[in-house]
């Protein structure tokens, strides 16, 4: 099959599970492209517009405009560039095209191409909009939910969602059941797999990272959805308790510069490492190189990071939001705690801090679970969803 996927931006952070998905898929023969924008998360300006590759990939690269809505990053464009990826889709005409947000613009946009329409369609939701404060920006929350399901669920064939906690919410849209297919994201259990301790020693000497204290990791996109103010105080706490631990914050994004401040003002610098943007290929060395992973988020799909630190053998502690309960279990993999709490994070670091069997024990469970979320069994089903679509799609047009 020719496969193009539509995603706001490429390959970083939440577009990292498209990434390794169509890696996958074009494993098993098909023909995959990206459609994206030319937006780099990180800020470094890495890529150009046009036809590119990413770790294999034929890359279309739209120009775009970012811009902050909602507290998150919405990527703008001109209508000339939505013009320009609807010649480029028709071109190739594709067996399938897979929408990757269902809220972004160029994904609306596909959706709503006369010009597309008879090009089979499916939409992945990685989380719904949802959890804003303030009356402001829930209402434009609502408007952007409703215009955005309104269109997802008229013309799209199939509707993947990463987490089953979204699934009745997507029926509330009007969607029948026999429509939604449950996709979670998926992990390589080869390249992120536990290492021996020789290797650990030798990745923190790397690192510049103590080798005789405790590593926390924090691995996310610094926005306030990931609870990085929440981690910043936790550090705070546990440090009070057990000031040999160390922490280290992995990762870009609008909240960096404000990080790094909060670290300087609370002198916490002697005990927190700011990483930044971790490249695709140095990730695996920066779950391996630590003891704990901690992901304090408020809202949730199904984390990507998350599953790669589990598959690191890392034990985790997270809050209970979108699918995490699906993957962490409390005392048995990892530590639940409250969304919010500064405090229970604080705690749960310091015990698995101080506990070497319970870390042990967790890790080997973490293991253990990441197992069912194989990204190769994942790419198998997507493309048997993909054939299906394909197949109904054929046999509507021909009136059957």
């Known amino acids: 099959m020719r496969i193009v996927q ?4 490429f390959p970083d952070y939440a577009a990292r599970a498209t990434l390794e998905l169509s890696k996958r898929l074009s494993s098993l023969g098909h023909e995959v492209w990206i459609v994206s924008s030319d937006f780099d998360q990180t800020g470094l300006n890495r ?15 739209l120009p775009s405009k970012p811009t902050r809505i909602l507290g998150t990053q919405y990527v703008f464009y001109s209508p000339k560039s939505i013009e320009n990826a609807h010649d480029f889709i028709r071109r ?3 067996d399938i095209l897979c929408i990757q947000s269902y809220w972004g613009m160029l994904g ?10 008879r090009i089979p369609k499916t939409v992945t939701i990685h989380g719904i909009i949802s959890g804003y404060k303030g009356i402001g920006l829930r209402f434009v929350a609502a408007l952007l939910n409703c215009f955005s399901q309104c269109i997802t669920s008229i013309a799209a064939q199939r509707i993947l969602s990463v987490s089953r906690l979204d699934i009745p919410r997507i029926e509330s849209w009007g969607v029948d059941r026999d429509k939604i297919e449950y996709v ?6 080869t390249k992120f797999a536990p290492v021996s301790p020789i290797v650990k020693e030798r990745l923190r000497t790397e690192l510049g990272y103590p080798k005789d204290r405790i590593v926390v990791l924090f691995l996310a996109y610094l926005r306030a959805a990931k609870g990085v103010d929440v981690f910043l105080d936790a550090i705070e706490k546990a440090r009070r308790i057990d000031p040999d631990l160390f922490f280290v914050i992995a990762g870009d994004g609008p909240l960096k510069d404000y990080v790094r401040t909060e670290i300087e003002s609370s ?3 002697v005990s927190v490492r700011m990483l930044g943007f971790v490249e695709e290929e ?10 704990i992973y901690v992901l304090p988020s408020f809202l949730e799909g199904m984390p990507v990071s998350l599953l790669q630190a589990m598959s ?5 502690i997270a809050t209970p939001v979108g699918d995490v309960p699906e993957i962490v279990k409390d005392d048995v993999n990892g530590i639940i705690v409250n969304v919010g709490s500064s405090l229970e994070l604080s705690e749960a670091i310091v015990r698995l801090g101080r506990d070497a069997h319970l870390r042990d024990r967790m890790g080997a469970a973490s293991r253990k679970t990441v197992v069912g979320y194989d990204l190769d069994s994942i790419a198998k089903t997507c493309e048997g969803i993909y054939q299906t679509v394909r197949q109904e799609s054929a046999k509507s047009r021909r009136g059957g």
Do not use: H, I, K, M
Not at 47 to 61: A, C, H, I, N, P
Not at 184 to 189: A, E, I, K, L, R
Not at 312 to 316: D, E, K, M, R, T
């Open 6 to 9: 539509v995603t706001e931006w």
């Open 47 to 61: 890529y150009r517009q046009g036809d590119t590759f990413v770790e294999g990939l034929r890359v279309r690269r």
């Open 92 to 94: 190739l005409n594709p």
């Open 108 to 117: 609306l946009a596909c959706l709503l191409s006369p010009s597309l329409r």
């Open 184 to 189: 979670p994201n998926g992990v390589d259990s």
């Open 267 to 269: 002198n916490l610098g």
């Open 282 to 291: 140095l990730l695996p060395s920066v779950y391996a190189s630590t003891d």
């Open 312 to 316: 690191c053998g890392l034990p985790v």
